[in-house]
């Protein structure tokens, strides 16, 4: 079990770093075909995120975007 949960918090780690670098990325102010697929890709990185929490927390624990101090 602590190996699965080493791999979620590694993939956890993943997403939350890709979704600060998307994040900077959209913030330059130009629209263009790369922010709708930064956009998706956002998205994407939110939703794997909460399903992550929902595995080692359990559904309902906290949101994706306030996890507790000990993660």
């Not at 330059?28 to 995120?49: C, I, K, N, P, R």
Request: net charge negative.
């Amino acid at each position: 079990m602590e190996v699965f949960r080493a791999d979620l918090e590694q993939h956890r780690q993943f997403r939350a770093e890709q979704l600060d670098e998307l994040t900077a990325d959209m913030s330059t102010g130009s629209h263009s075909a790369l922010d709708e697929v930064a956009s998706a890709l956002m998205t994407a990185a939110v939703t794997a995120l909460a399903d992550i929490d929902v595995d080692v927390w359990g559904y309902g624990s906290f949101p994706a975007s306030d996890p507790p101090a000990n993660w």
